[in-house]
């Protein structure tokens, strides 16, 4: 079964950092794009970034580009998001999650998340 499991949120000051952690486990995820995705009181989850099998490539969310950075380390099955220069607008959960062979997202295992509140 795979899980998914997000730590790392807290409460920070508007200009201030986290960096969140998701261990991953059920499966191999070395071969698969892992990312980030967050959910907004009243708002859809939305995507944040998503990082490339090897690392070697990321993309975000207009929104967190230059302020946001997503890792991961294989051997560990772990993914990563350091966020930097928070704003009041990046407060929500956030959950992370894997592509599989089919090229979506693995929709039905979905973890508790991390809340992230950022405030004045």
């Known amino acids: 079964q795979v899980q998914f499991a997000e730590s790392g949120g807290g409460v920070v000051q508007t200009g201030g950092s986290l960096r969140l952690s998701c261990q991953a486990s059920?499966?191999?995820?070395?071969?698969?794009?892992m990312g980030w995705f967050r959910q907004a009181p009243g708002k859809e989850r939305e995507f944040v970034a998503a990082?490339?099998?090897?690392?070697?490539?990321?993309n975000y969310e207009d929104s967190v580009k230059g302020r946001f950075t997503i890792s991961r380390d294989n051997a560990k099955n772990t993914v990563y998001l350091q966020m930097n220069n928070l704003k009041l607008e990046d407060t929500a959960v956030y959950y992370c999650?894997?592509?599989?062979?089919?090229?979506?997202?693995?929709?039905?295992?979905w973890g508790q998340g991390t809340q992230v509140t950022v405030s004045t």
């Open positions: 990082i490339s099998w090897n690392g070697g490539r990321a």
């Open positions: 059920g499966r191999t995820f070395d071969n698969y794009v």
């Open positions: 999650n894997a592509e599989t062979d089919a090229g979506t997202w693995e929709n039905g295992s």
